[in-house]
């Protein structure tokens, strides 16, 4: 069997959901038989690997102190021995090391669901689960969601964006541009999940405080146009090339949106499954609604690039039954187990295909030619280079 490194935590505001993910994947796969190497970082990017970080008591009993923890951060990258897997060497002259044949993924947020993990597993050329590097960044901005989804005719809620220095610069310039949209707005950062930092607003006296918090944790903030008579529609997407469509999941809440509260505290977590009074499955919708939704659901993971893995939200204007896509996750919380569940496919199935199509996905790459020769280097000393003794010609 191979062994299989499980990543989480990391710097983001979605560190303790990312723990949660974590476990339950490492959990899950040691079901399988497989050997797992959990691979922890901290709040403050240290690396960290133990088996006993595989434990959730690791991480909830407040005796443990795991940034105290020094064993835990004696594995460096062997970066000469890592090509085509991640080899950890033990710190010493005689150290043991550790080696991962595939990576899973468990992050949410930034450094580590934004395609930035995803590039070091693409230059190390080591198999892994989910999205590429490419859609996973454009996942996480909301805003290049919605304009790729708009260059592909999906329907998507209207929506203004800008950085914090455009905020600075022409605080008034913009409020204008926001008053002229259909209210309730909706003020998201850009790049974070699980509902942290949003605010539904409903006038102009609470704009711009929401605004500064939004920005407090990102540079880039959407203000998006609410929908009528909602619905709150969750389709997961599984495959690369071959898509499986989930039920549809219809979320219920009580306060002004689908808050952190909502969905990770909550009676236990709408979000992971635990709340059931919260989550409808399969949601109150007739078949042939239920189906154009997950038609959507394929067009935007494939209009995006995702592959193995995402889930794509959806508004629904029960009214009008008109049907906006909003966002799509590349790296849903617990990999939206309880879902799958509901739709057929058990955790244990579930992450036997999801390694099996990163096996897939990095098995494909290799049908390409990633080198080049030419002779452009036995030309660097032509006088046409204008280089000559290694210096450049003044």
Not at 247 to 268: H, I, N, P, R, T
Request: aromatic share 8%; with cysteine; charged share 25%.
């Amino acid at each position: 069997m191979k062994t299989i490194g499980v990543f989480f935590g990391s710097r983001s505001t979605e560190h303790d959901v990312s723990i949660i993910t974590g476990q339950l994947i490492i959990s899950g796969l040691c079901g399988l038989g497989y050997d797992v190497v959990p691979v922890y970082i901290t709040r403050d990017g240290e690396w960290m690997i133990d088996e006993s970080l595989g434990k959730l008591a690791s991480f909830t009993d407040p005796k443990v102190r795991i940034e105290e923890k020094t064993s835990f951060k004696q594995y460096l990258l062997d970066l000469q021995n890592s090509r085509g897997k991640m080899v950890f060497k033990k710190k010493g002259i005689v150290g043991k090391s550790i080696t991962i044949d595939l990576a899973f993924p468990a992050f949410h947020g930034a450094y580590g669901e934004d395609g930035t993990i995803q590039g070091l597993f693409e230059m190390l050329d080591v198999p892994y689960v989910g999205c590429d590097v490419a859609s996973s960044a454009i996942s996480m901005d909301k805003a290049l969601t919605k304009q790729l989804c708009e260059v592909n005719g999906i329907p998507t809620t209207k929506y203004g964006v800008f950085r914090k220095k455009d905020w600075d610069s022409n605080k008034k310039f913009i409020v204008d541009r926001i008053q002229k949209m259909k209210w309730p707005v909706f003020v998201k950062p850009v790049h974070l999940g699980s509902s942290i930092g949003i605010a539904k607003v409903k006038d102009e006296k609470d704009l711009e405080n929401k605004i500064e918090v939004a920005l407090y944790y990102d540079d880039k903030v959407l203000v998006e146009e609410g929908v009528d008579n909602l619905m709150d529609v969750t389709c997961c997407i599984i495959g690369n090339d071959d898509l499986t469509a989930s039920e549809l999941q219809e979320s219920v809440f009580q306060a002004e949106l689908f808050d952190f509260e909502e969905k990770y505290l909550k009676d236990g977590g709408a979000q992971l499954g635990k709340a059931e009074s919260g989550l409808v499955i399969p949601a109150r919708l007739d078949r042939g609604m239920t189906k154009k939704i997950q038609e959507m659901a394929k067009k935007v993971y494939t209009s995006v690039g995702c592959c193995g893995i995402a889930r794509v939200d959806f508004l629904l204007d029960k009214k009008t039954n008109e049907v906006f896509a909003n966002e799509i996750n590349p790296l849903p919380g617990t990999v939206y187990h309880h879902l799958w569940e509901k739709s057929g496919v058990p955790l244990h199935d579930l992450l036997s295909k999801l390694i099996k199509f990163a096996e897939e996905k990095h098995a494909a790459k290799k049908d390409f030619t990633h080198t080049f020769k030419s002779a452009l280097l036995s030309g660097l000393n032509s006088s046409k280079m204008g280089i000559k003794g290694g210096k450049l010609k003044q």
